[in-house]
């Protein structure tokens, strides 16, 4: 499966908003600074974002946007449908007229894995994504610290 551009930044957008939870809200400018995707992109991705009441818009001084729901209660799944990229495997997109009309010899499969990967990815929710991350992060810092740390007592 390839996801495309519009998925993959949906979803970084997405967790750049579960990163700051809490906080108030986060301004597309800011996302974009932050995650190196242009503002006029974002504020497509946002609007599909907000029609599907995943995030809400606060306007004014101080406004921007949040996540319309726990980070707990939003899958990754959910933000690829928002933005309307699921990666369909059949050739008939699910009409099961791929060979002349019929239905392949394939098309179950290529159906099971796309109910596969929507399964996979509906289970990983933008806290789960938080958390990998801020396990990873702190991996990183203990294992700087004690290459560091090692470098010293062997001076």
């Excluded at 980070?71 to 369909?88: M, P, Q, R």
Aim: proline share 1%; aromatic share 6%.
């Amino acid at each position: 499966m390839r996801l495309s551009t519009k998925g993959r930044y949906a979803v970084t957008a997405m967790l750049d908003l579960a990163l700051h939870e809490g906080k108030g809200p986060v301004t597309l400018a800011d996302i974009s600074a932050n995650q190196g995707i242009s503002l006029s992109y974002l504020e497509q991705l946002f609007a599909a974002l907000r029609a599907k009441h995943l995030v809400r818009g606060v306007r004014g001084p101080g406004g921007g946007y949040y996540l319309s729901k726990t980070s707990a209660e939003i899958t990754v799944a959910d933000i690829i449908c928002a933005v309307d990229e699921w990666v369909e495997f059949t050739r008939c997109g699910g009409r099961e007229d791929c060979h002349d009309g019929e239905r392949c010899l394939t098309h179950t499969l290529w159906d099971h894995l796309s109910d596969e990967i929507y399964r996979f990815l509906n289970g990983i929710s933008l806290a789960d994504l938080v958390s990998r991350g801020l396990e990873k992060h702190a991996a990183l810092v203990a294992e700087a610290k004690a290459s560091k740390s090692k470098a010293s007592r062997s001076r």
